[in-house]
């Protein structure tokens, strides 16, 4: 997918100053935690506020159970006091992380170290009421928690589709399906197995390379009608 330089410059205004922390995993992309999705309604938001939207910061493809790796949020702290922005805005709490006490940190440094108030999109907290901080720390907790659940019920969900014998993850060359789409599926040998045999018999021979091995299955695989890789 092809998005943006993670750090441009969108204008300058004498009104509030943004700057946007957008983020997402590999496995949110997929539920529609997009650059585009994220910065339509982070766009939508600082326009109805009057506001200017400076500066995006993008951390893709990166998990928010933690800090490190985050390359763009570290640059957004380090920018922070340098003058450029007067709040920082993100689509929903989890944006800036799934770990309470790291995200409760970064937004302390940022609101009463460099003054610069962190507002979201949805499930937006006034910086200034005097329950923010419970409030934060609630919906940050919960952010958490959903996350370390979700990982328990994903595991969980896997020992028991291997304990059941079915396939779990994608299916390994030499084998297929038996039954496609379903839950009851397993991996069953394919059409390869033959070459799968054949190659572990030439591995453990210890007569040939692995080029040699790779260019005997890509003519078999050729001699089948099916393309090889080198």
Do not use: C
Not at 13 to 27: C, E, I, K, T
Not at 47 to 62: N, P, Q, S
Not at 81 to 97: I, N, Q, Y
Not at 189 to 199: I, K, N
Request: hydrophobic share 40%; proline share 3%.
């Amino acid at each position: 997918m092809t998005t943006a330089p993670v750090s441009i410059t969108l204008g300058h205004d004498l009104s509030v100053r943004y700057a946007a922390y957008l983020r997402w995993s590999d496995n949110e992309q997929k539920h529609g935690y997009t650059y585009e999705a994220q910065l339509k309604a982070i766009q939508e938001y600082v326009a109805a506020r009057g506001g200017t939207l400076v500066k995006i910061y993008v951390d893709e493809g990166k998990s928010g159970t933690k800090t490190k790796g985050r390359t763009q949020l570290a640059a957004l702290l380090r920018d922070a006091p340098l003058g450029g922005f007067d709040a920082v805005v993100a689509h929903k709490a989890d944006r800036l992380g799934r770990h309470m006490l790291d995200a409760l940190k970064q937004i302390d440094l940022l609101e009463n170290t460099y003054h610069i108030q962190v507002r979201l999109v949805e499930g937006d907290v006034d910086p200034t009421s005097p329950y923010a901080s419970l409030i934060r720390a609630t919906v940050f907790g919960f952010a958490e928690t959903f996350s370390k659940n979700l990982g328990t019920e994903v595991t969980k969900g896997q020992k028991e589709m291997f304990a059941a014998g079915r396939h779990v993850g994608g299916v390994p060359f030499g084998y297929t399906l038996d039954n496609p789409g379903t839950r009851s599926s397993r991996l069953v040998p394919g059409t390869e197995a033959p070459l799968v045999r054949q190659a572990f018999q030439m591995y453990a021979s210890g007569e040939y390379s692995m080029r040699d091995i790779v260019i005997a299955l890509n003519g078999a695989l050729e001699a089948m009608g099916v393309a090889g890789d080198e």
